[in-house]
């Protein structure tokens, strides 16, 4: 917090956070993202149910905490699905509330906070908007030639166009081992070798990992692999749109999007932290199931 508040090595700051709980940084936001989105929601319900002023405070500070803490950790992939989810929610919440007036003030409300925060956060972080444009952009014309920029792991180490530059390769790898995969064991040291094989020096010496779940279980197991991963989170997408639940829309994509830059399926928490909501979101879509099929057969 010194360091955020002296502006030194912001860079690194909020991999730091996290490495200090002892958490993934991308991991660590994912979680925040939902539980920021989640607040929100807590928000319009406490407004909704006319609750006391203390509890709407309470649920008003809870909320522009979680999403401080969103920014601490600065993770853009997390950053964005949050802002997305906090839409989902205002969203969902002018269509089935019977007072949009009063939502949209609530949200009128809440954009005003937070543009605040935002504020003041880049006040004391300006590398957040190097970072979120020129750094996350920068050379994108060496996708797949990284080792021609000076010094890579200096510049490029965290940009978008070393992720690219992964999933060319992991993309490429796969290609020559249709349909069936290299296997779940040899899938990080077939990548590693084709780095060295391709002269991809800088990605052979940090032996980046794919980043994306997708591609990691395309390299492992072939086509299977990512039809299985498509149809585990499109089904949380599919309970979510069902019953109409912005929470379950929400998870969808925070979990979706999260898996398209990293492997949450390699990770134990990422493991646990979807099997338990999307458990958590099949028991309700099945308790409301079959609470509709018992009003039917008494009509």
Same mark, same amino acid.
């Given at each position: 917090? @010194?360091?955020?508040?002296?502006?030194?090595?912001?860079?690194?700051?909020?991999?730091?956070? =996290?490495?200090?709980?002892?958490?993934?940084? %991308?991991?660590?936001?994912? $979680?925040?993202?939902?539980?920021?989105?989640?607040?929100?929601?807590?928000?319009?319900?406490?407004?909704?149910?006319?609750?006391?002023?203390?509890?709407? +405070?309470?649920?008003?500070? =809870?909320?522009?905490?979680?999403?401080?803490?969103?920014?601490? !950790?600065?993770?853009?992939?997390?950053?964005?699905?949050?802002?997305? /989810?906090?839409?989902? !929610?205002?969203?969902?919440?002018?269509?089935?509330?019977?007072?949009?007036? &009063? #939502?949209?003030?609530?949200?009128?409300?809440?954009?005003?906070?937070? /543009?605040?925060?935002?504020?003041?956060? *880049?006040?004391?972080? %300006?590398?957040?908007?190097? &970072?979120?444009?020129? !750094?996350?952009?920068?050379?994108?014309?060496?996708?797949?030639?990284?080792?021609?920029?000076? $010094?890579?792991?200096?510049? !490029?180490?965290?940009?978008?166009?070393?992720? #690219?530059?992964?999933?060319?390769?992991?993309?490429?790898?796969?290609?020559?081992?249709?349909?069936?995969?290299?296997?779940?064991?040899? /899938? &990080?040291?077939?990548?590693?070798?084709?780095?060295?094989?391709?002269? @991809?020096?800088?990605?052979?010496?940090?032996?980046?990992?794919? $980043?994306?779940?997708?591609?990691?279980?395309?390299? &492992?197991? /072939?086509? *299977?692999? %990512?039809? #299985?991963?498509?149809?585990?989170?499109?089904?949380?997408?599919?309970?979510?749109?069902?019953?109409?639940?912005?929470?379950? *829309?929400?998870?969808?994509?925070?979990?979706?999007?999260?898996?398209?830059?990293?492997?949450?399926? *390699?990770?134990?928490?990422?493991?646990?932290?979807?099997? +338990?909501?999307?458990?958590?979101?099949?028991?309700?879509?099945? @308790?409301?199931?079959?609470?509709?099929?018992?009003?039917?057969?008494?009509?």
């Amino acid at each position: 917090m @010194q360091k955020y508040l002296k502006g030194i090595d912001l860079w690194e700051m909020g991999y730091q956070f =996290a490495n200090s709980v002892g958490i993934h940084a %991308p991991a660590l936001n994912m $979680h925040l993202a939902f539980v920021s989105v989640c607040a929100l929601y807590f928000v319009f319900e406490s407004f909704k149910n006319h609750d006391k002023i203390k509890t709407k +405070l309470i649920s008003v500070v =809870a909320f522009l905490l979680s999403f401080f803490f969103v920014l601490l !950790v600065n993770t853009r992939m997390a950053l964005l699905n949050a802002l997305i /989810g906090f839409l989902i !929610v205002f969203f969902y919440e002018i269509k089935h509330r019977f007072n949009p007036k &009063k #939502v949209l003030l609530t949200g009128i409300t809440i954009v005003v906070l937070l /543009g605040g925060i935002l504020f003041l956060f *880049l006040q004391k972080d %300006p590398y957040m908007k190097e &970072k979120y444009s020129s !750094v996350t952009f920068a050379y994108m014309d060496k996708v797949g030639k990284l080792d021609e920029i000076d $010094h890579p792991e200096i510049k !490029v180490f965290n940009s978008l166009v070393t992720r #690219v530059s992964i999933w060319k390769s992991a993309w490429e790898l796969s290609l020559k081992n249709l349909p069936f995969g290299v296997g779940a064991s040899d /899938g &990080k040291p077939e990548l590693f070798k084709y780095y060295k094989d391709t002269n @991809q020096h800088f990605l052979a010496k940090y032996e980046f990992p794919t $980043h994306n779940q997708f591609l990691d279980f395309l390299i &492992k197991f /072939g086509i *299977l692999g %990512p039809l #299985v991963v498509t149809l585990y989170i499109f089904t949380i997408g599919y309970l979510g749109y069902d019953m109409k639940n912005a929470i379950m *829309l929400s998870f969808f994509l925070i979990f979706f999007t999260s898996n398209l830059t990293d492997d949450f399926f *390699l990770r134990f928490d990422g493991i646990a932290f979807s099997g +338990l909501w999307f458990s958590i979101f099949a028991s309700h879509w099945l @308790q409301q199931k079959t609470t509709l099929d018992k009003e039917l057969k008494a009509v």
